[in-house]
């Protein structure tokens, strides 16, 4: 259940990143800084017009129980759970562009390290527990943890202010 939810889920991740970083910096480059919030702002609008569509295909996939084939009530459940990370993960990849400018990917370590270990601490009670949602949460509240790190210390490092501005 757990690799048709990841699975299924991870289809729509594409369209979110469609290969924009390096585009974006082939534009930007040299004003990366000041755009990025246009680059965010794309993506979480992106992300949160997918994740609706998303849960809808989720709630019509057909399911027989006689069978046990295609998607259980609870992969269903699941997919409206982990279609959440089609948002973080967007944020992430978002921020990441910076560190592509900068080659300064070692910044990111901290940030997953700890998102990392929230990740494994949540996975172990749901493990434990036989709780494939919270599993599930875990990587939303992962993937929210890394954001919110990564931003913050890319804010502090790079002065980095998250502002619109129009497209030349």
Same mark, same amino acid.
């Given at each position: 259940?757990?690799?048709?939810?990841?699975?299924?889920? %991870?289809?729509?991740?594409?369209?979110? $990143?469609?290969?924009?970083?390096?585009?974006?910096?082939?534009?930007?480059?040299?004003?990366?800084?000041?755009?990025?919030?246009? #680059?965010?702002?794309?993506?979480?609008?992106? @992300?949160?017009?997918?994740?609706?569509?998303?849960?809808?295909?989720?709630?019509?996939?057909?399911?027989?129980?006689?069978?046990? @084939?295609?998607?259980?009530?609870?992969?269903?459940?699941?997919?409206?759970?982990? %279609?959440?990370?089609?948002?973080?993960?967007?944020?992430?990849? %978002?921020?990441?562009?910076?560190?592509?400018?900068?080659?300064?990917?070692?910044? %990111?370590?901290?940030? @997953?390290?700890? @998102?990392?270990?929230?990740?494994?601490?949540?996975?172990?009670?749901?493990?434990?527990? $036989?709780?494939?949602?919270?599993?599930?949460?875990?990587?939303? #509240?992962?993937?929210?943890?890394?954001?919110?790190?990564?931003?913050?210390?890319?804010?502090?490092?790079?002065?980095?202010?998250?502002?619109?501005?129009?497209?030349?």
């Amino acid at each position: 259940s757990f690799t048709k939810i990841v699975a299924f889920v %991870s289809v729509f991740y594409l369209i979110v $990143d469609f290969g924009m970083n390096p585009m974006f910096l082939k534009t930007y480059f040299q004003s990366i800084e000041k755009n990025l919030g246009n #680059l965010l702002v794309l993506r979480v609008i992106m @992300s949160l017009l997918i994740i609706p569509i998303v849960c809808f295909i989720a709630l019509t996939l057909p399911y027989n129980p006689t069978h046990s @084939s295609g998607f259980s009530p609870l992969e269903k459940n699941g997919i409206l759970i982990f %279609s959440l990370t089609i948002l973080t993960m967007a944020i992430q990849i %978002s921020l990441q562009t910076l560190l592509q400018k900068n080659l300064a990917y070692k910044l %990111s370590i901290l940030p @997953s390290f700890i @998102s990392s270990i929230v990740l494994i601490g949540l996975i172990y009670v749901g493990v434990t527990q $036989d709780n494939l949602p919270l599993i599930l949460f875990a990587y939303v #509240l992962a993937g929210g943890v890394v954001c919110v790190l990564l931003g913050l210390l890319l804010k502090g490092v790079f002065s980095l202010r998250l502002t619109l501005h129009k497209f030349i």
